[in-house]
């Protein structure tokens, strides 16, 4: 095991001009990610200039057997905090040998929306907040919950501390360290309010990057849950019953919502959300009707509102924003 431990912390960067570079990509759920390796001959900071590859795709549920080559196209680079060095997490998206965006790639079309010059110049920044769960691997319940059975009521546990109340910090703060290290614009991290249940949040971060920057952090976070033997669960409603469910909660502006002036374009912005409301439930994932029942800090599925620090609406309006314009 000393020797592995050796090999695992080698720096290959001080021996060879060589690196490791590690491809990522999203499965054909369209929330697994997937992952190889190859070597490079030096380093590489521009994922321009990274090779094309390809993957098995009907072993992803991604192509047919009959012609089941999948290409990887490099979109963005990190440093990677396992292997240290140079070497490097590239996200990638998939596409046919045709260069056809394949159904569980929509960064392709994201990437269009976002090179737009009227969406250029609004400066979108993005700050998403990731919950998760954390599942004993062999019998995929909490950690830190007796098995088969159930801890004390919701309460203790948001942003709890002591080992009756916080389970898991030793991953979720290992995963913090990892990102920052990774170049990923995390901003922080807490406890939530189901026992075994984290966030963290990535941004605020413009366009695009933002996306790059969520998948690799979950990545890096499926990576150490693997060193730690469990296993980490972004189901909306992991536990039935009245136990919060995990989502990944967005914070959006744009600089003329930032400028003044910017309550009454966030306002109007509101409302053309309202009038998408349904088409926009069905583009957010599978099994959020668990989740938004309008209890546990969320709204019903069906019904669209939004207020002022109100945590049951569906889009919360932070006080402190309201107090800024209130003084302009």
Same mark, same amino acid.
């Given at each position: 095991?000393?020797?592995?431990?050796?090999?695992?912390?080698?720096?290959?960067?001080?021996?060879?001009?060589?690196?490791?570079?590690?491809?990522?990509?999203?499965?054909?759920?369209?929330?697994?990610?997937?992952?190889?390796?190859?070597?490079?001959?030096?380093?590489?900071?521009?994922?321009?200039?990274?090779?094309?590859?390809?993957?098995?795709?009907?072993?992803?549920?991604?192509?047919?057997?009959?012609?089941?080559?999948?290409?990887?196209?490099?979109? !963005?680079?990190? +440093?990677?905090?396992?292997?240290? @060095?140079? /070497? &490097?997490?590239? =996200?990638?998206?998939?596409?046919? *040998?045709?260069?056809?965006?394949?159904?569980?790639?929509?960064?392709?079309?994201?990437?269009?929306?976002?090179?737009?010059?009227?969406?250029?110049?609004?400066?979108?920044?993005?700050?998403?907040?990731?919950?998760?769960?954390?599942?004993?691997?062999?019998?995929?319940?909490?950690?830190?919950?007796?098995?088969?059975?159930?801890?004390?009521?919701?309460?203790?546990?948001?942003?709890?501390?002591?080992?009756?109340?916080?389970?898991?910090?030793?991953?979720?703060? !290992?995963?913090? +360290?990892?990102?920052?290290?990774? @170049?990923? /614009? &995390?901003?922080? =991290?807490?406890?939530?309010?189901? *026992?075994?249940?984290?966030?963290?949040?990535?941004?605020?971060?413009?366009?695009?990057?933002?996306?790059?920057?969520?998948?690799?952090?979950?990545?890096?976070?499926?990576?150490?849950?693997?060193?730690?033997?469990?296993?980490?669960?972004?189901?909306?409603?992991?536990?039935?019953?009245?136990?919060?469910?995990?989502?990944?909660?967005?914070?959006?502006?744009?600089?003329?919502?930032?400028?003044?002036?910017?309550?009454?374009?966030?306002?109007?912005?509101?409302?053309?959300?309202?009038?998408?409301?349904?088409?926009?439930?069905?583009?957010?994932?599978?099994?959020?009707?668990?989740?938004?029942?309008?209890?546990?800090?969320?709204?019903?599925?069906?019904?669209?509102?939004?207020?002022?620090?109100?945590?049951?609406?569906?889009?919360?309006?932070?006080?402190?924003?309201?107090?800024?314009?209130?003084?302009?």
């Amino acid at each position: 095991m000393a020797l592995l431990s050796d090999l695992v912390n080698l720096n290959l960067s001080d021996s060879t001009e060589k690196i490791i570079a590690e491809y990522i990509w999203i499965g054909g759920s369209g929330m697994d990610l997937r992952s190889k390796a190859r070597t490079l001959e030096g380093p590489v900071d521009d994922p321009s200039k990274l090779p094309k590859w390809n993957y098995d795709g009907s072993s992803t549920g991604q192509a047919p057997g009959e012609d089941s080559e999948v290409i990887l196209y490099p979109q !963005a680079i990190f +440093k990677d905090p396992f292997r240290r @060095g140079n /070497n &490097i997490l590239v =996200i990638c998206d998939a596409y046919t *040998p045709a260069g056809e965006a394949i159904p569980t790639n929509k960064r392709s079309a994201a990437a269009k929306i976002f090179s737009h010059p009227d969406v250029v110049a609004e400066e979108p920044w993005y700050g998403i907040e990731q919950e998760y769960t954390l599942l004993k691997k062999e019998v995929h319940w909490p950690i830190g919950w007796p098995v088969g059975g159930f801890p004390g009521p919701q309460g203790p546990y948001y942003c709890g501390i002591g080992a009756d109340k916080a389970f898991g910090r030793d991953i979720v703060d !290992a995963h913090y +360290k990892a990102c920052l290290y990774a @170049g990923i /614009n &995390i901003s922080g =991290i807490n406890g939530e309010v189901m *026992p075994g249940q984290w966030e963290f949040q990535v941004g605020p971060s413009v366009g695009i990057s933002a996306g790059d920057e969520l998948w690799a952090a979950r990545y890096i976070l499926e990576r150490i849950t693997e060193i730690a033997g469990v296993v980490v669960s972004f189901d909306p409603k992991p536990i039935p019953g009245d136990w919060n469910g995990a989502g990944a909660h967005t914070n959006y502006s744009t600089k003329s919502m930032r400028n003044d002036g910017g309550y009454e374009i966030i306002k109007k912005a509101i409302e053309k959300l309202g009038l998408k409301h349904k088409e926009h439930i069905s583009a957010y994932g599978e099994g959020n009707e668990r989740r938004l029942t309008g209890r546990h800090e969320t709204a019903d599925i069906n019904t669209f509102l939004w207020g002022v620090a109100n945590r049951g609406a569906s889009i919360r309006v932070g006080r402190d924003l309201l107090q800024t314009w209130t003084l302009m």
